[in-house]
């Protein structure tokens, strides 16, 4: 049995890249792009979701335990915010 290795990554909503490519023509801001598209969400799931599509998600911060296949724990940890948070991540060894 392996190592495992459990991430939570938080991300949030760029809202300006929902207004670019999905309102480039509606002049409207950030924050009525992000209701109007969370809106459209909703009603295309029947009201289950407003899930956004990965793409519009930037990682804001990466927490992570690492436990042996015994269970037990070996380390956790929070990389750093923002853009180099997320490189470490990819580092992770």
Do not use: C
């Not at 724990?73 to 997320?86: A, E, M, N, Q, R």
């Amino acid at each position: 049995m392996s190592d495992f290795l459990v991430i939570d990554i938080e991300t949030t909503i760029m809202k300006g890249l929902v207004n670019a490519s999905e309102f480039p023509n509606d002049n409207i801001s950030d924050d009525e792009a992000y209701i109007k598209y969370r809106d459209k969400l909703l009603e295309d799931s029947n009201q289950k979701s407003d899930f956004f599509p990965v793409i519009f998600h930037r990682p804001i911060s990466i927490s992570y335990v690492h436990a042996g296949s015994n269970y037990k724990i070996k380390k956790t940890g929070v990389l750093p915010d923002g853009d180099d948070g997320v490189v470490k991540f990819w580092e992770f060894d």
